[in-house]
């Protein structure tokens, strides 16, 4: 199980690779680049929700997604750094680490039925 959450962190951080993609991409390889990063992060994300409860699996890449994206922005790209980004993005994170422990019971069941099968 911990194996496919890290395939979700790593969906995650090829979003924030497409998404960087998406703004900065200027010539015709930097643009296949994107949309690579674009199609290996949705298939990853795809066979993580074949196990994972599909809700819980999305909000952990759109929100590792957001947060990495707005760091990126900052930290390589110039971003004007604001607390109040800083701020959003602490609890953005917070509900997607709630999010993470209020759904390991449903998913503790799942696999438990699916053993079952």
């Not at 979700?8 to 993609?21: H, N, P, R, Y």
């Not at 701020?87 to 699916?114: F, N, R, Y």
Request: net charge neutral; proline share 2%.
């Amino acid at each position: 199980m911990n194996r496919i959450w890290l395939s979700v962190f790593g969906a995650g951080a090829l979003e924030v690779l497409w998404v960087s993609g998406l703004r900065h991409s200027s010539n015709v390889l930097e643009w296949t680049g994107t949309a690579l990063f674009i199609l290996l992060s949705f298939i990853i994300l795809i066979k993580a929700t074949q196990t994972l409860p599909v809700g819980t699996v999305y909000a952990v890449f759109a929100g590792l997604g957001t947060c990495g994206t707005v760091i990126v922005e900052m930290l390589v790209f110039g971003e004007p750094f604001k607390w109040s980004k800083v701020l959003l993005i602490a609890v953005l994170l917070a509900g997607v680490i709630g999010l993470k422990l209020v759904s390991g019971d449903s998913e503790e069941q799942a696999a438990g039925t699916e053993v079952a099968k």
